[in-house]
């Protein structure tokens, strides 16, 4: 398995801002993930972070509104980019340690854009 | 479109009896099912998966069944305890690392 933080836990947000959302995992992993759950809904992926290229983005997702980075096999960050009302949710990072498809998830991140 | 379909938004079992909660998909690649248990404030966590080459799997409380020709799947908590009350999600990929989710199942254990 795998133990993973996410800073800031939660954040009120002014639209047009951006926040970026940090993600730690405990040990190196290869693949790492960052979704989204709206209220009520189920958890969206948004992309897959990849070590050292470009991160793979879902339908509906784009880069210049989701930038991602993984610079190392334990971190990953997202930024929302200028933020409207419609961005608030729970953002949560996951990674699979590679024994099979499960997935850790982080405790995630609770976003207000006001 | 939803692949991964939770049908039930709620369900509510008494302590000490069976929970059962449903799942259905729809896309036949799917090969690897999970089932992941959310309390508030806190990210989802892993609980139990199943191959498709397999029609069940157990792990203490938790079994999970398969029925692939239905595109069905279950888990079953026996006995029913308070700290299983959460939000339980259902998941399938397709064998390339995606997970795709259920919208998820609020199980109220009661005294």
């Known amino acids: 398995s795998a133990v993973i933080s996410q800073k800031p836990s939660r954040d009120i947000c002014q639209r047009g801002t951006s926040l970026t959302i940090q993600c730690q995992v405990d040990s190196q992993v290869t693949m790492m993930f960052w979704y989204r759950q709206q209220p009520g809904q189920s958890l969206t992926l948004i992309a897959t972070a990849n070590q050292g290229s470009e991160a793979t983005y879902e339908s509906g997702f784009v880069i210049d509104k989701f930038p991602i980075s993984r610079p190392n096999l334990t971190f990953s960050t997202l930024t929302v980019s200028n933020m409207s009302p419609e961005d608030s949710s729970i953002y949560l990072c996951s990674a699979e340690p590679g024994q099979g498809y499960e997935q850790y998830f982080g405790p995630g991140t609770r976003l207000t854009v006001t | 479109d939803q692949q991964v379909k939770q049908n039930s938004p709620s369900l509510s079992v008494q302590e000490g009896r069976i929970s059962i909660l449903n799942c259905d998909y729809t896309n036949s690649m799917f090969d690897y099912f999970l089932w992941y248990k959310k309390y508030p404030a806190e990210g989802p966590t892993f609980l139990i998966s199943i191959s498709s080459i397999k029609d069940k799997n157990e792990d203490g409380r938790f079994t999970v069944f398969l029925n692939k020709s239905a595109k069905h799947l279950s888990l079953h908590i026996v006995p029913s305890q308070p700290g299983d009350s959460a939000v339980y999600f259902c998941?399938?990929?397709?064998?390339?690392?995606?997970?795709?989710f259920g919208k998820g199942t609020r199980l109220h254990i009661l005294p």
């Open positions: 998941a399938a990929s397709a064998g390339d690392d995606k997970i795709i």
